[in-house]
């Protein structure tokens, strides 16, 4: 997943983007409240971890501006006043859950995880094109029936291409949302993780056979029923 954190803490920042990178998430983090709300904005975020006590925008206050706006990602909200009121008002601007510092990085992957899977109801929990079928829940990929294993950013490149099969995905948009950064000139790793993407899900037994993820040349990739190709 694709997840923002807004926290002016620098120590803190690092610790919760080490710890939801290495659930498999991609994580874009900024210091003060008015990068979050830009940022949010911008849009292609699943989930928003936001502190409270921030420069410029408080985390209240970014919340209640996305909602007026009509984005509806969820939002966890962190913050080091426990108090009852504070709790009530970061629910009631919008925010979908509330965690009070200091707390286990275990509790917050666990807050995490259950907003997740209750998303904004744009993805289902399984993504499936053809006899491919990847459960973004249990994190298991599966072709016809039988356990792939994948490394942590193969997983999350499939599921970025599976979310949107027939879509040509250009190299450049992959990166971004992958692994959060701009390509440079000349660089080949979504090629090389492409490479090994197709090496574990396509069927060894039929080399003639399209791949799951097809090449449109000198533009990206697309994801695609290899059988309807050959149809």
């Known amino acids: 997943m694709h997840i923002l954190l807004a926290e002016d803490d620098q120590r803190m920042a690092r610790a919760v983007a080490r710890g939801l990178e ?12 008015d990068a979050a709300l830009a940022a949010a904005h911008d849009g292609g975020f699943d989930l ?37 009121e504070d709790r009530v008002r970061g629910l009631d601007v919008g925010a979908d859950d509330y965690l009070v ?37 249990a994190r298991t990929v599966r072709r016809d029936g039988k ?30 949302h992958v692994w959060d950064f701009t390509l440079e000139l000349g660089s080949n790793v979504v090629d090389v993780y492409v490479k ?16 799951f993820v097809q090449s449109v040349r000198g533009v990206g990739y697309v994801p695609r029923d290899p059988d309807a190709d050959q149809a």
């Open 101 to 137: 510092k200091p707390f286990a990085i275990e509790e917050l992957m666990a807050r995490v995880r259950a907003l997740l899977r209750r998303g904004t109801h744009r993805d289902a929990p399984v993504l499936r094109v053809h006899t491919l079928e990847l459960d973004r829940t």
């Open 196 to 211: 090994h993407l197709r090496d574990k899900i396509d069927d060894k037994d039929r080399p003639d056979r399209p791949s």
């Open 48 to 84: 928003l971890v936001l502190d409270v006590m921030m420069p410029c925008r408080d985390g209240f206050r970014v919340v209640q501006a996305l909602r007026a706006d009509g984005v509806g990602t969820p939002a966890l909200l962190l913050t080091a006043r426990g108090e009852v």
């Open 22 to 33: 290495q659930e498999g998430h991609v994580v874009a983090v900024v210091h003060d409240g």
């Open 147 to 176: 356990v792939i294993t994948l490394t942590t950013k193969e997983f999350s490149l499939l599921e970025y291409l599976m979310r949107q099969p027939g879509v040509v995905h250009t190299r450049s948009m992959i990166a971004e």
